[in-house]
């Protein structure tokens, strides 16, 4: 068999930073073979030891044996290719795709060129969740059909796990190109199926058991629904394949070396139904251009998207999801709201504060409009969430929850406002006695001036000058007053 793997995106041992090999990539897509033909790129991507190097190599064996009656070929042979059966210590994560791309010719007579990628994360969520994520998200990007590699069964975890990498894959996608947002085909692949006498090994059984685990019902709660819908409208295709065991030579025989006539004979049976449906001519999924919309990508354009996927990657790895999207998403939306809440009441009092005195209802109604609206920019703006909708409904939801807060609180405002136009018109009488005392006040300096004999009237002149003197200070003291409790209303 010619070829051999060839690693493409590589964890830098001292860095453990993710390297594209650029090179290596662009002399398998930029191969004479590929030229400007369509490509179609089926990945395999899941945890690891469960078999996925394993069945790459036998698509590399169907694509080098043309898809022939006999493409399993030998079956004393032992199985080669991409490394397999790696030890527990040592697993690396990165990408890695076969030298060779295959070219196959459709029904419709046109040429398409196979690229056949496996990949390696180790799903462990302690230590490397990210780099996992960061490896599903990079292969649903660039491939046209991913097999999610599993075992035994479709679990709760192995969803909420896809839609870590799909909601990340989407934050990057759109960055890129706000027009289209889905994946193309993911076949769920169940590995050692658990449950053969209810639903039977293969497409069929595959297809009810996704049917059911997928069906949106109101017994779940609302985080499992979204997933359910999320997953729906991310892919073009989901399909699901039901695979018996692979034998118990494989698992216990120290010398197994994946020849054909060491596995169970109804795993090569199933494993002859199951390539095909991926790689035979009519069943090719072309990967679809991110550029030009409805028209296939070419090997350039691939190498492109890898490139730019890197890119942003890099960029935004400090918003890799770690954890359940959903709590990361709520956790972020609340504190954004929490901050554009303080900034609409800042936003207010500063501009209430440069009036200094009660405010006409339009004016106090545009105030709130234009603090309402820097309020949301921010919240937009700050919570990266809050631009993907469709992905992140709960950023949607908190923005809401926002909204109705602040056109809440503008009623304290409102109410303020009233009691202060209140408290001018009182503190305007006050004023009046005031003033009119210091008059008073005033007149009576003037008579005692006037009056020849000082002695007797020493005393009115003095109450008049300190009567006259507050009443003056009184004035600027009582309307700084008045503006100050409004604002402490108004908090
Ligand atoms: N139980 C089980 N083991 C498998 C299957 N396919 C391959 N294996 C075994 O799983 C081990 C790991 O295989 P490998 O392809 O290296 O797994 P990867 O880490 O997912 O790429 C090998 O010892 C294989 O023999 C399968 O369908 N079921
Ligand atoms: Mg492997």
Redesign the pocket.
């Known amino acids: 068999m010619s070829g051999h793997p060839v690693p493409i995106v590589v964890q830098t041992n001292d860095s453990l930073k993710f390297e594209l090999d650029e090179d290596a990539l662009k002399s398998i897509l930029l191969n004479s073979a590929v030229g400007d033909k369509p490509v179609c790129v089926v990945a395999v991507a ?10 790459m190599n036998l698509l590399v064996k169907y694509c080098a044996n043309k898809g022939s009656a006999n493409w399993l070929g030998n079956p004393s042979q032992p199985l080669e290719g ?5 030890g527990i210590d040592g ?1 690396t994560t990165g990408i890695n795709i076969w030298s060779e791309p295959f070219v196959f010719t459709k029904p419709t007579g046109e040429k398409v060129a196979v690229i056949l990628m ?1 990949t ?1 994360g180790t799903f462990d969520f302690k230590t490397s969740m990210q780099d996992s994520t960061f490896i599903f998200a990079l292969t649903l990007l660039t491939s046209s059909v991913t097999v999610y ?1 599993l ?1 035994n069964n479709i679990r709760e975890d192995d969803l909420m796990n896809l839609q870590t990498f799909c909601t990340f894959g989407t934050l990057a996608q759109n960055s890129i190109n706000q027009n289209s947002c889905a994946f193309q085909k993911l076949l769920f692949l169940v ?2 199926w658990n449950f053969p006498r209810q639903y039977p090994y293969g497409h069929q059984g595959g297809k009810t058991v996704l049917k059911r685990i997928l069906t949106v019902n109101e017994d779940q709660e609302p985080a499992h629904q979204d997933i359910r819908e999320g997953l729906g409208k991310s892919f073009e295709e989901l399909e699901c394949y039901l ?1 018996p ?2 034998g118990m030579r ?2 216990r025989d120290e010398d ?1 070396d ?1 020849q054909l006539n060491q596995l169970d004979e109804e ?1 090569v049976e199933h494993m002859k139904l199951l390539v095909p449906r991926l790689l035979a001519p009519e069943n090719l999924v072309e990967k679809l251009s991110a550029a030009q919309s409805g028209q296939p990508a070419t090997g350039e354009e691939l190498v492109r998207l890898f490139r730019t996927y890197m890119a942003v990657f890099r960029e935004r790895r400090a918003v890799l999801p770690t954890t359940l999207v959903q709590i990361m998403v709520r956790v972020k939306s609340d504190e954004t709201c929490k901050m554009a809440f303080e900034l609409y009441k800042r936003t207010m009092d500063s501009k209430i504060e440069s009036r200094g005195r009660s405010l006409e209802d339009s004016f106090l109604n545009s105030y709130h409009s234009e603090s309402k609206r820097v309020a949301i920019t921010a919240y937009n703006t700050a919570n990266q969430y809050a631009r993907n909708n469709a992905s992140f409904a709960t950023a949607a939801e908190v923005r809401e929850i926002l909204v109705m807060n602040i056109d809440e609180h503008f009623r304290t405002y409102v109410q303020k406002n009233d009691e202060m136009k209140l408290d001018e018109v009182g503190s305007r009488s006050r004023l009046y006695i005031l003033g009119g005392l210091a008059v008073a006040g005033a007149t009576a300096l003037r008579a005692g001036v006037l009056t020849a004999s000082g002695v007797s009237l020493g005393p009115v002149v003095a109450t008049a000058v300190g009567v006259g003197s507050v009443a003056l200070k009184a004035v600027p003291w009582a309307a700084k007053s008045i503006y100050a409790r409004f604002l402490q209303r108004g908090r």
């Not at 991409?82 to 790696?86: D, E, H, K, P």
């Open positions: 899941g945890a690891f030891r469960q078999g996925k190097s394993f069945l991409f490394v397999w059966r790696g697993e496996d390696q590699n075992m590995r050692d695979m065991h692979i494989a698992i197994f994946g795993f």
